[in-house]
Structure formats: C-alpha cells, structure tokens
C-alpha cells in the first residue's frame, strides 16, 4: 500500500515495493489449496489527509477442505503504521488474528489450524497535508465508495454526510450553542474563530432561557408530585 503523494492520493491495495496490485483470488485459488473467505479494501485504513493514503485489504483465508494451512508470516506495520507528513495522519496498523481467537505471531512460521482461518488487516499509508482542506466532494465519494465511514469522515475531515449527501452546515450544530457554534466533533481547528452575529447571539440567548425555564418548571412538578406522594403515604398509614 502506497502513502499519499503530493498532489494525488496514495494507491490501495498494491505490493510494496513494486505498486503492482496482486493476482484475483480465483487464481491463487485454482492453484494452491485455499480458500478466500473475504477480500475487500479496509476500510478507514488510508491516512487521513489533504490527500488520503492508500487503502489496505481485509483478507480472511483458510485451508481448502477444512485442512491446515502452514504460512511463512513476514507482516509489516503491525505496531508501527505508516506516517503522515505536512498534518496528514497515519495510516491503520496491520492486525493479524484467527477466526478462533487463537494466538497468531505477525512473523515466523505459523500453522493454520484445520476448520479455522487467518483475518488479516493489511495496513494503510498515511496522508500528507491537512484533512480539512481535502475537497468535501472527494471525501463524500470516498464515503459512497465505501472508503471512508461516515463516522470518519466527520471526524478526521470535518465533513457531515446525511443521507448520502454533504451537510452544507459543515458539520455545525446550531443547537449547541455556547457564545459559538460548536461544530459536530468538538475540538476542530476550522471552527475554532467561528462567531456568532447578533442576530444568533440574542437567538442563543433567548433559547437557552427557555431551557432553563422549561427545567425548572419540569423541576417544580417533580417536586410536587413527590410531596403529594408522601402525602398519600401518610393518609395510608
């Protein structure tokens, strides 16, 4: 998997160092015993970034007629993912796992038990330069693509996507008001200087004296219908 590159996201999928994206899986499948149970990008795996790096492969195998399978592991990435660069974040560390729960070392020879599987996350390259100046256009497609989650790209780009489209709000919550608007995900640079006019400042104003009449009104009938029942308590005794 490729790490993103100036000017143009990272490649997905691809054999390092070559780029070459390896053979179908009915291919290896036809000449070796096993059996590809998934193979798919993972998703959320590619950095972040202004430009995204590469995806890796979700990849679950096992041994063709429920036999063993014997591996020579050498997986990289494992505890270390692949940097950013100019703000970009790293890319997903690579997981290596069985079906079972079974222990499994990411290096070393290593034995497949029979009716079981190895689940690989492969992993991602990082992204290069900041994630909120990525077009939102392009994260939504990665996001229709199944690239990125909806969860991410709200989060690592600032994007808010509903029902398949971009909010034009950018994310911000107008209901959450406090002297600002406080954008889904708090904490994000973009929305840092952000102010409010008049015009919302009084609106927040007024909203939120509302809220705190409407509590303590809720308060006050609490209240009320407690002493009424230890009224009735009493009446009963």
């Known amino acids: 998997v490729a790490g993103a590159r100036p000017g143009k996201d990272g490649m997905s999928a691809t054999a390092f ?20 149970y998934r193979r798919e990008f993972r998703d959320g795996s590619g950095g972040a970034g202004k430009y995204r790096g590469g995806l890796g492969q979700a990849i679950h195998l096992g041994g063709a007629a429920a036999n063993p399978v014997a591996l020579l592991c050498n997986f990289e990435r494992v505890k270390n993912p692949a940097r950013g660069r100019a703000g970009g974040k790293a890319g997903g ?22 009716r079981d599987a ?8 990082g992204g290069v330069g900041n994630p909120f ?25 600032g994007v808010v996507i509903i029902n398949g489209a971009i909010d034009q709000l950018r994310g911000l919550k107008e209901n959450l008001i406090v002297g600002r ?3 889904a995900g708090t904490g994000m640079e973009f929305y840092r200087n952000v102010r409010l006019s008049q015009e919302l400042e009084d609106a927040a104003a007024r909203v939120q004296q509302e809220v705190s009449e409407a509590t303590e ?6 209240e009320l219908m407690r002493q009424e029942g230890e009224a009735e308590e009493m009446a009963a005794e």
Not at 145 to 153: I, K, N, R
């Open 17 to 36: 160092p070559s780029g070459v994206r390896t053979i179908p899986v009915e291919a290896t499948e036809s000449v070796a015993p096993v059996v590809f």
């Open 133 to 157: 100046e990525r077009e939102p256009q392009r994260v939504l497609d990665d996001v229709l693509d199944g690239l990125v989650s909806v969860e991410d790209a709200r989060r690592d780009y």
């Open 118 to 125: 190895i689940q690989l996350g492969l992993p991602g390259g």
């Open 217 to 222: 009104a809720a308060e006050r009938e609490l």
């Open 93 to 114: 560390a690579g997981t290596v796992a069985l079906r079972s729960g079974r222990p499994i070392r990411p290096k070393g020879r290593q034995t497949v038990p029979p």
């Open 181 to 183: 608007l406080i954008p």
